[in-house]
């Protein structure tokens, strides 16, 4: 194949290409997919690389006690993708391992394609357990996670260059899961000099070609590796005595290792760059990374909801092309974007009323929370004080609240607080409704940030390192009630674009003490202004949702973040 010279490789562990494809389990895969859906917009040239993922992350079903188990998501990769004719091998734990990979081409609003290449194990030539290697995202344990890890960084290369990119002038880790594809790199140049081994010249070199994007300070979120595991399955452990490279105290910690190999790093948020700062500081040490901030979008098109493509079509015509001229909304009249979103609501109580068996109305102020049940998301916030929520809902005016999100599989502390959410609904009803969406997917994510009338945001800060579904209700023009972290702190105008919570809470306080603070803080704010003014002040809150989307659609959008990323990281 012939590719052009200047050409982008995207890594990423999980990648939202369509909704038929599950291979996504949240923001990161979301971001992803809008990533690759925008370079495809503005013609970047691009290729993307992630894991197949056979059965997917997993179907969400919840018992009628509200605890969550998982089933597998099978999927037919033909009916999506275009199986590619090259076979390249890795080696791990001594055994050669056969990979081939599949395309699934994402075309741009001006026909541009950027390919993504999911890499696929489930081959006759590997041994059974080898083949379950790209079945599950985030599926096994370490150890089934650092095989996929291997298999993405080191086989992604070797893919890339049997599909014929030879000259790719960035490689981007979107995360540190695809970290290792830097050591190919190494080794590549290495063998393209005629040497066994990999030297300071080579580092400085394979450094100027990778780009590195961390996504979270939750330690969770960081992949570390014992080295003596890392060299029993990696074969190998030559690599690990040039120790300001791959080593940290006694394991291999992906993260570290992108830091070292990338001459620009970003977190996705300005707060979050900060946060990373101060993180990633190795102890006892003078060094500091430069560590840069693009604040995270969404990608314009995927999500906004027909009758609001329909009012932007009609109002903002290129919106598309030039999602900076959403900032036009300004001039669209209040009561079309009322009807514009009455259709939206309209769409999702009915699906919501569907899916949930529910008794959700259109008239009622309806809430959206809808984020992976990690615990530090503190889904269960809204509800620490049922009685008090009670008395809000009776007194100022009714509410119906819909939760929805997935626990990890091991998380039995996040199943927990789907538990809790699911069982208060007997304890608030009928003053104010709970649903929680079983199986929350994006199909169910489109609907609901553009059907609910405010979306709830309560992240522990500072370990919310963006997030986008506010985003998302934004653009739908949904104003947010949201703590201040993450995009929020950029994105949020008080009672302009909507409205923060625990803003005078110490930042210094106990997790507990912080809790009962931005409780006390959400509670106030829709006691006081988000109920009122939605019920008595129509036209107030009309005006809050149009500005939504002018000042903050505007902005935080793919197309944009993009175009940073061009600038600071890709052709600089």
């Known amino acids: 194949m012939n590719h052009p010279r200047e050409i982008v490789a995207y890594f990423s562990m999980e990648i939202a290409l369509d909704p038929g494809i ?44 509200g605890w969550q188990t998982e089933e597998a998501m099978s999927w037919d990769a033909q009916s999506f993708c275009h199986e590619l004719p090259p076979r390249v091998e890795v080696s791990i734990e001594g055994r050669t391992v056969q990979l081939r990979a599949w395309r699934y081409t994402v075309k741009g609003n001006s026909g541009h394609e950027v390919p993504a290449i999911l890499l696929d194990v489930d ?7 080898d083949r379950r290697l790209t079945h599950y995202l985030y599926g096994g344990d370490s150890h089934y996670r650092l095989c996929q890890e291997i298999i993405l960084g080191i086989g992604g290369v070797r893919m890339l260059r049997a599909l014929g990119y030879h000259e790719v002038c960035r490689f981007h880790m979107n995360e540190g899961h695809a970290a290792l594809l830097a050591l190919e790199l190494l080794d590549e140049r290495a063998h393209w000099l005629h040497r066994e081994s990999f030297n300071e010249e080579d580092v400085l070199a394979v450094k100027r070609r990778c780009v590195f994007t961390t996504h979270t300070p939750v330690p969770a979120g960081h992949d570390r590796f014992p080295l003596e595991h890392v060299s029993q399955v990696l074969g190998r452990s030559d690599v690990f005595t040039m120790h300001q490279v791959f080593c940290c105290e006694g394991e291999l910690n992906m993260t570290y290792l992108a830091l070292n190999l990338s001459h620009y790093v970003n977190g996705v948020a300005k707060k979050h760059g900060e946060v990373s700062r101060q993180m990633l500081t190795p102890r006892d040490t003078e060094h500091h990374y430069q560590i840069d901030s693009i604040t995270n979008g969404i990608h314009l098109a995927t999500w906004a909801a027909p009758s609001f493509v329909d009012l932007f079509n009609r109002y903002i015509p290129g919106w598309r092309e030039d999602n900076s001229s959403m900032r036009y909304a300004l001039r669209i009249p209040l009561e079309e974007v009322g009807r514009a979103h009455e259709a939206a609501k309209v769409r999702a109580v009915e699906e919501v009323n569907r899916r949930a068996n529910a008794d959700l109305d259109t008239e009622t102020l309806t809430v959206g929370f809808a984020r992976r049940a990690a615990t530090y998301k503190r889904a269960d916030l809204l509800l620490s004080d049922p009685q008090r929520l009670k008395g809000i809902a009776s007194g100022t005016g009714r509410l119906q609240v819909i939760f929805g999100g997935k626990a990890h599989p091991r998380d039995d502390a996040g199943k927990r607080v789907i538990q809790q959410i699911v069982q208060m609904r007997a ?4 003053d104010v409704r709970i649903v929680y969406l079983e199986n929350y997917d994006w199909e169910m994510a489109c609907l609901l940030t553009a059907g609910v009338d405010v979306w709830l945001n309560t992240p522990q800060p500072p370990l919310e390192a963006s997030g986008t579904s506010g985003m998302k209700a934004a653009l739908n023009g949904i104003p947010s009630l949201s703590v201040l972290d993450g995009w929020w702190i950029e994105g949020c105008i008080e009672e302009v674009t909507g409205w923060a919570i625990g803003e005078t809470c110490p930042v210094d306080a106990t997790p507990e003490h912080r809790a009962n603070c931005d409780a006390q803080s959400l509670y106030q704010k829709l ?10 002040r129509r036209d107030d809150f009309l005006r809050i949702m149009r500005n939504t989307i002018a000042l903050n659609a505007s902005h935080f959008n793919t197309q944009r973040m993009v175009q940073e990323y061009i600038a600071k990281a890709y052709f600089e």
């Open 22 to 65: 599950p291979t996504y389990s949240g923001g990161l895969g979301m971001l992803a997919g809008d990533t690759v859906r925008s370079a495809a917009d503005l013609k970047v040239p691009m290729v993307a690389v992630t894991l197949l993922y056979r059965h997917g992350y997993f179907r969400q079903k919840l018992d009628s006690s």
């Open 123 to 129: 081959l006759p030539e590997n041994s059974e357990w």
């Open 427 to 430: 304890l608030l009803g009928p």
């Open 527 to 536: 006691e006081r202004v988000v109920i009122p003014t939605f019920y008595q």
